[in-house]
């Protein structure tokens, strides 16, 4: 059993991760952003973009915070590697592909919005709004809890899909950790990546795949040879159906009394 990691190794690896963030993703404008990425993830929400001045976080003047915006420069592929590096070497590492929206329904500048989905608490299954989708890859840290890593988030263009960016997505992923040879990746997808257009296109790619499925798809076996038979071979075979037993009757067959 490996021995736990101290508080002082945690502490130097978040002192090496942000150094990479400073020196590798921000470019110009690099103190600007960095202090306004600071606000954001310790201080939660805001009402405006200009309350971001007033977080302790940010410690320069508040115009600098509309110049990184507007004229700075950023990396945002040096940041996905810099995310895989901080996953285990060994072992099994489980994974969360789905796809995420943020509702921008009042606005009149951004280009490429579409319709998403947005989750609701009064209306059952949610609503459709007007905003950008998102294909998510997250690291599933720990067992029953919601607590997660993302490492890779981009959006979806309009003449894209959910599944197009999710196979790039993995295809990174797999590229990327090709070096960790004890270690295992497994990704669940939602029921959207669970079909065979999908599948085919990340077969072969190293680690497993677990999808999940519609209730409403069906499937069907393979088509049986029928010499004989004129006209065009049939490309399906029967529907599979799973039969359901009563549980008197398994029990019976299994000769478990009662």
């Known amino acids: ?80 590697p810099l995310l895989i590096n901080q996953l285990p070497q060994k072992g099994i590492c489980f994974f969360a592909l789905d796809e995420l929206s943020w509702a921008r329904p ?28 998102y294909a998510a890859l997250a690291w599933c840290v720990e067992a029953h809890t919601s607590w997660s890593l993302p490492v890779d988030v981009q959006r979806i263009p309009g003449k894209q899909t959910a599944q197009d960016v999710g196979v790039a997505q993995i295809q990174s992923l797999a590229k990327a950790r090709a070096e960790c040879t004890q270690a295992l990746d497994i990704v669940a997808a939602d029921g959207k990546y669970g079909n065979g257009r999908f599948l085919s296109r990340v077969s072969g790619v190293r680690g497993g795949m677990v999808p999940r499925l519609r209730a409403d798809r069906v499937l069907y076996r393979p088509a049986e040879p029928t010499p004989g038979k004129r006209g065009r071979p049939s490309t399906d075979g029967e529907r599979f159906v799973q039969r359901r037993t009563h549980l008197g009757d398994t029990r019976r067959r299994a000769g478990i009394p009662g």
């Open 1 to 80: 059993m490996a021995p736990p990691i101290s508080t002082r190794e945690h502490t130097s690896r978040l002192i090496e991760f942000r150094q990479a963030v400073y020196g590798r993703v921000f470019g110009k404008r690099r103190d600007a952003l960095f202090d306004t990425l600071d606000a954001l993830l310790s201080s939660g929400t805001f009402a405006s973009f200009a309350s971001l001045s007033q977080s302790e976080r940010f410690q320069r003047t508040w115009p600098s915070r509309y110049a990184a915006v507007e004229d700075g420069q950023r990396d945002t592929e040096a940041v996905r």
């Open 106 to 133: 009042r606005s009149r500048v951004l280009k490429d919005l579409q319709y998403v989905h947005k989750a609701s608490s009064d209306v059952d299954g949610g609503t459709m709004t007007i905003g950008y989708p």
